[in-house]
């Protein structure tokens, strides 16, 4: 069996260290290479998942021949340069959400990975957990008739690190918790987004220069309603990182996705309590099936254009919050 | 000690659940009962040995006896009946929404003041324990300063309404007027006024009605608060009625639902799984006794006309704002229903 060989482009972003920790799971995959623009974290994944190929520039990673694939998990603002050098070296790639910040950098990446023919998946680990993917099923079906709206939530804690810095991370909540359940809800619908209306609240982190807090309504071209929750408002101390929560109201029946709800109460002396999870590996399905796209030159679930279009619905949120205005789509 | 004698008006879904209030307080006596069907009058007279029942209501705001009139009825009825019984001298509780007009609500309130008499508008959720609680860490500082806050009010659609009244935009002003004022009109009281609302929604589901059966709105509060309200009357028919919210503030978070927060399951045969927190001092128990002791005991009711009337100017833009598909600050400048 030949293995799908692996370099990983940063590890600033903390989902890297899954995806990591994945593909040293996998039989049919390797990690090869490293590359890291902060020297002391190059150093401390290189340790943790024992590889020696490490860089300093990801141009001399994407140089080699023998990588078949790389992961791009920088900064939010770093993707667009990496992600276009990696399709001209003819790398396949998967770049994690939010694939840009901008949508001309964005647009440009899905022209380089069509213009050098490599898969190009957007890290919408969502469309790969068992729950999302079921309830796909079942909506196929039409189990619950016609989708009439979608309510969803993605909550967090404050991730810290660099999503503060709107340079880096192109904005706080909204940018890093929009796009998986707007990407999901496009998924469902098999529909775009026609309007959105967004509001930014009173930062619950004063010290913060970006949002913390944010709600945005939508609604798809064939009248489908939608809503995300995209606040980092989850305290230090709650038992879970966060959710992915959506309910789903059809015609006859109501869905309810609480991806992330399949817990152990675990409880330390002085400690808060913890929920530790036992629920779908989303991340093991997605990089599963990246290696599966690129065996049977396949289109990834969820492409770099998705990618594009759950940006886009991003960038009119903002939009949105700062006009008062409600915001037509396309931009 | 004398009784405190009360009537109710309208033998429907609210009034048996005020009924049911009613008959628990000692110091009270239900003289009669009013509904413009007597066949409804009379069973509910049956089933609460209430001693009288009629069809028109002047003949109980007529008689001297009765201290306190509840009125139960459709919300299109709330202005007349109110401010009828308030120009008798009666002592009003009124159920929620206090009216679908402003101006009709401004009359109510200014009848109560003329009349000198009790008026309070039944917002029962300032009763619901899980409420008075958050109420209470709210305002304790516990969780800080209130930024974001998320409720939701889930429900089949309520097909029990009296000749389908609730399914009729003009009688009902439709679920968010009719029941997401509960959350909006908590949310009002935890974190302060309302300064914009945008809503989305429709008559998504129920083809025969008016009645907006899904909306959602999002809210802006004058200190900078934002909050998700979601209301829905359409729901599969065997879905169990689902109450969310979640409150964050600068210093921590909290969230209660009905369901994961019940003391009760019972499961049937060929039926799903019932749950509940039964309490013998319940919210409708405590929101008509502190109606009655504000008559009694001579203080103003806690949930004045004047609060209902701002409840309701949030819930009428949050119809304004999904009819015209754009953000209604507040405060409104003329009617939205009818």
């Given at each position: ?113 069509n213009r050098y023919n490599v898969k190009f ?211 | ?123 029962c959720l300032r009763f619901w324990p899980e ?208």
């Amino acid at each position: 069996m030949r293995k799908i060989r692996f370099g990983i482009i940063s590890f600033a972003h903390i989902h890297a260290w899954s995806y990591a920790r994945v593909i040293k799971e996998l039989e049919n995959a390797e990690l090869v290479a490293i590359y890291d623009d902060d020297p002391q974290r190059l150093k401390q994944a290189a340790e943790k998942y024992g590889v020696k190929d490490v860089y300093n520039n990801y141009e001399d990673l994407l140089k080699r021949d023998d990588i078949d694939a790389v992961i791009i998990t920088s900064e939010n603002a770093k993707h667009p340069p990496q992600a276009i050098s990696s399709a001209e070296h003819g790398k396949h790639m998967i770049v994690e959400k939010p694939i840009a910040v901008d949508l001309k950098d964005a647009d440009e990446m899905v022209r380089a990975a069509n213009r050098y023919n490599v898969k190009f998946q957007t890290a919408f680990v969502m469309r790969y957990h068992d729950a999302t993917s079921t309830v796909k099923k079942l909506l196929d079906n039409k189990e619950i008739g016609e989708i009439l709206v979608v309510t969803t939530t993605n909550h967090g804690k404050y991730p810290g690190l660099w999503f503060g810095v709107p340079e880096l991370s192109g904005g706080g909540s909204m940018i890093d918790h929009t796009v998986h359940t707007a990407d999901l809800m496009r998924w469902y619908t098999g529909d775009e987004v026609e309007e959105v209306y967004a509001v930014i609240g009173k930062n619950i982190r004063k010290e913060l220069s970006v949002e913390d807090t944010g709600l945005i309504s939508l609604k798809f071209k064939r009248g489908v309603i939608g809503s995300i929750d995209c606040s980092w408002s989850r305290p230090s101390t709650w038992p879970i990182w966060g959710d992915v929560w959506l309910a789903i109201f059809g015609t006859e029946g109501y869905i309810v996705i609480d991806a992330f709800r399949p817990n152990i109460d675990l409880v330390k002396e002085g400690k808060p309590l913890r929920w530790e999870y036992f629920g779908s590996d989303a991340d093991r399905n997605m990089i599963k099936d990246f290696i599966r796209v690129i065996e049977e030159d396949a289109t990834p679930r969820a492409t770099g254009w998705d990618g594009r279009q759950a940006l886009e619905i991003t960038l009119a949120a903002y939009r949105s919050a700062k006009s008062g205005e409600v915001v037509k789509l396309p931009l | 000690m004398e009784k405190i004698k009360t009537a109710v008006i309208g033998a429907g879904f609210i009034s048996r659940i005020h009924l049911d209030a009613w008959k628990r307080l000692p110091n009270v006596e239900v003289k009669a009962i009013v509904d413009v069907e007597e066949e409804r009058a009379k069973k509910y007279a049956e089933m609460f040995g209430i001693p009288e029942f009629f069809t028109d209501y002047t003949k109980v705001i007529e008689d001297p006896e009765i201290d306190i009139i509840d009125v139960c009825t459709p919300t299109y009825t709330h202005a007349k009946i109110s401010i009828d019984a308030m120009k008798s001298g009666k002592n009003v509780l009124l159920e929620k929404p206090i009216a679908l007009k402003l101006r009709d609500a401004d009359e109510i309130i200014n009848t109560s003041k003329k009349q000198g008499v009790k008026f309070m508008v039944a917002h029962c959720l300032r009763f619901w324990p899980e409420y008075t609680v958050t109420k209470k860490i709210v305002d304790q500082g516990e969780i800080g300063e209130v930024r974001v806050a998320r409720a939701y009010r889930l429900s089949p659609y309520p097909d029990w309404s009296w000749k389908s009244w609730l399914k009729d935009f003009s009688k009902s002003g439709g679920v968010f007027v009719d029941m997401s004022i509960h959350d909006v009109d908590f949310l009002r009281w935890i974190i302060g006024e309302v300064e914009e609302v945008y809503a989305r929604g429709g008559v998504l589901k129920t083809k025969d009605a008016t009645s907006y059966d899904y909306v959602h709105a999002l809210l802006k509060f004058k200190n900078g608060a934002i909050a998700y309200v979601e209301g829905s009357w359409i729901q599969p028919k065997n879905f169990p009625f689902t109450t969310y919210l979640e409150i964050v503030g600068t210093g921590g978070a909290l969230k209660v639902d009905n369901h994961t927060t019940s003391s009760v399951i019972v499961y049937k045969e060929g039926s799903c799984a019932t749950d509940s927190n039964p309490i013998s001092e319940d919210a409708y128990y405590l929101e008509i006794k502190h109606f009655v002791d504000s008559v009694v005991k001579d203080y103003e009711p806690m949930i004045s006309g004047l609060e209902a009337r701002k409840t309701l100017e949030v819930v009428l833009a949050g119809v304004k704002s999904m009819m015209e598909n754009k953000p209604v600050r507040l405060p409104l400048s003329g009617e939205v229903i009818g």
